[in-house]
């Protein structure tokens, strides 16, 4: 499972209100599998390990091979400024993958 995109709606945040994540996740295997848990933070610069808990999360289930699918979570984020906005696909990592480092991405963005 990997991470393709990150769409914010809207792009620049304002502090204290409610915003959008599109998160895009593809199935680079070559068999049908469940895809888990995306579990996602309106702030997280740091890489999180197998079992974290977002601030959001939603279930990816059954994805075919090659095949994307485009998730939504809804966020809040107080406090202006740069912040990181992070995607981790099969948080809790029940999905066997050949690359298990790949399936967190990141979009930093400005929250007005």
Known sequence: MIITAID????SP???SAFTAKITVKNQGTVTVNGGYL???ANQPTVQKCG???EQWIEISSLAAGATK???VN???SGAGAKTLRAFADSWCQTPESNEANNQL???YMVK
């Open 52 to 54: 974290a808990f977002g």
């Open 39 to 41: 579990d996602v933070w």
């Open 70 to 72: 485009t998730l939504t």
């Open 8 to 11: 914010l709606i809207p792009v």
């Open 14 to 16: 304002v502090a204290n």
């Open 75 to 77: 966020l809040r984020l």
């Open 106 to 108: 990141t979009k930093t």
